[in-house]
T-cell receptor, first 116, second 114 residues
Framework: GNSVTQMEGPVTLSEEAFLTINCTYT??????LFWYVQYPGEGLQLLLK?????DKGSNKGFEATYRKETTSFHLEKGSVQVSDSAVYFC???????????????FGKGTKLTVNP | NAGVTQTPKFRILKIGQSMTLQCTQD?????MYWYRQDPGMGLKLIYY???????DKGEVPNGYNVSRSTTEDFPLRLELAAPSQTSVYFC?????????????FGPGTRLLVL
């Protein structure tokens, strides 16, 4: 079946440090890939997405590149801020044209804490 | 637009009680979803709906029921609350199927069953 595996947390960094959160996926077709972010006490928000191989999603200084050869979609940011402290979820979806149902399949989430 | 709204924000139930979690969206989205989020876990899909009058089971539907009488509303019903249903519940909506549109999430309802 379709699944997402992301690195175990929690991750604790100092402000301005480089961030990488690993995400790999298993899918029967060619999924769309997403990173969602959940700030404390809030619902999930889309951070970025990529819909085909070699696409790069970017937003708020975060980037992730869809790597079909390694089935990965690692999240990176060059210089994190305290305000980036949140839980980050990697997810995939497959459209019905590829035998999927458009529903999101989530990883377990990675909690990031950035200290001043 | 308010987006996706959920009520209540927090509720404590006794075992065996029932309640309805409300979800409303004002974006005229076809698709709506209910997820539960347990500590240290990702989101699990409970039920979803592709339009008014149409609902279907997700990954973990047991103990829950839904209805979709209007495009805007998608309530989730717990008939006989159990401690295993202690969780945070998120409602989400998205646009038409196949467009790979973003899902928009509500702020969540935290439920504690004692």
């Amino acid at each position: 079946g379709n699944s997402v595996t992301q690195m175990e947390g929690p991750v604790t960094l100092s402000e301005e440090a480089f961030l990488t959160i690993n995400c790999t996926y298993t899918a029967t077709g060619y999924p769309s890939l997403f990173w969602y972010v959940q700030y404390p006490g809030e619902g999930l928000q889309l951070l970025l997405k990529a819909t085909k191989a070699d696409d790069k999603g970017s937003n708020k200084g975060f980037e992730a590149t869809y790597r079909k050869e390694t089935t990965s979609f690692h999240l990176e940011k060059g210089s994190v801020q305290v305000s980036d402290s949140a839980v980050y979820f990697c997810a995939l979806s497959l459209p019905p044209t590829q035998g999927g149902s458009e529903k999101l399949v989530f990883g377990k989430g990675t909690k990031l804490t950035v200290n001043p | 637009n308010a987006g996706v709204t959920q009520t209540p924000k927090f509720r404590i139930l006794k075992i065996g009680q029932s309640m309805t979690l409300q979800c409303t969206q004002d974006m005229n989205h076809n698709y709506m979803y209910w997820y539960r989020q347990d500590p240290g876990m990702g989101l699990k899909l409970i039920y979803y709906s592709v339009g008014a009058g149409i609902t279907d089971k997700g990954e973990v539907p047991n103990g829950y029921n839904v209805s979709r009488s209007t495009t805007e509303d998608f309530p989730l019903r717990l008939e006989l609350a159990a401690p295993s249903q202690t969780s945070v519940y998120f409602c989400a909506s998205s646009h038409i199927q196949g467009s790979q549109e973003t899902q928009y999430f509500g702020p969540g309802t935290r439920l504690l069953v004692l």
